[in-house]
């Protein structure tokens, strides 16, 4: 179940003799593997070679994490031309069945996200700009005229939004890519992975994500609380920010509409699918929001989906 290629790097980390079960992949061409050794595990993470950069970016991104005091995984291996690291097993408590613990845990994810907010180190990730907001949302639209020029107006919206800074986002913050860690002390008990997209982003972009799941609810009230949280500690004006987290969970549901549709039809992953309608309702609430007046009939005639 290893692949060969991979036995030069476990070798140079003393776990050529380690056995192997496969763990479920994400929606990308990256697949993972859970190895055990003696009462150790770690897990193989095996990827495109042809990707080098996205490789490159989560080495860099996890050591800007764990100096930033959160948790990434420790790399104890890598080989960038093969495609193959050797990484920390944050375990299986992931935050999609933590019953009781789940309110903590999201408290304490968002003490991360303040963290990582209020940070003013120079991370070196592509910036979100409006434009480019604007331009991911457009393959989710069909190719007409009323689409293109959304696609122009979005961008003024976006642009006159989102003025105060972009901050670090690791983009794909929810349920299946966060661990929690009771062992650890403070923002340190959550464990974060697939982050090598980050970007710098409108503020509060991590938090919209993971309120505004694709897979599944969170409850209203805990969005409130978490929202409030984040709002005060960094001191955001709240009818402000509210509109600005509308734009967000916005941009960011239709672009997974896009997504999950070409998942379905271009890797022959239907499952997807059944997350849409949950994906259309985050769309419609945003809709509602005043930030949005001026695109929801627009919207609502490209995507028929959606309610208004």
Known sequence: MIPAAANR??????????????????????????????????????????????????????????????????????DAELGIMLLEDF????????????????????????????????WNLPPMTPKVMADMVAFALPDVPLARHTIAQLEDIFGAAFTSGLRPALRDVHAENLFWLPDRLGVKQVGYIDFQDAVMAPIGYDLISFVKDARRDVPFELQNELFQRFANALELDTDQFSGQAALISFQRNLRIVGIFRKLAAERTK???????????????????????????????????????
């Not at 980390?13 to 003696?38: H, P, V």
């Not at 992931?94 to 209020?118: R, S």
């Not at 769309?283 to 208004?308: F, G, K, N, W, Y």
């Open 91 to 122: 375990g299986r408590n992931d935050f999609t069945e933590l019953g009781q613990d789940y309110p903590l845990a999201a408290h304490c994810l968002t003490d991360g996200l303040i963290h990582l907010a209020a940070i003013q180190d120079d």
């Open 270 to 308: 239907p499952a997807y699918l059944a997350h849409l309608p949950r994906v259309f309702s985050h769309i419609s609430e945003a809709l509602s929001h005043p930030a949005l007046a001026d695109i929801r009939m627009q919207v609502a005639e490209l995507v028929p989906e959606v309610t208004i």
């Open 9 to 78: 790097v476990l070798a140079s980390a003393n776990w050529a003799q380690a056995k192997a079960a496969s763990l479920a992949g994400d929606a990308s061409t990256r697949r993972y593997l859970r190895l055990s050794l003696k009462d150790q595990t770690r897990i193989l993470m095996l990827c495109d070679p042809a990707d080098r950069s996205s490789f490159e970016a989560f080495v860099r991104i996890a050591a800007q994490l764990q100096a930033s005091g959160l948790s990434a995984p420790e790399i104890f291996a890598a």
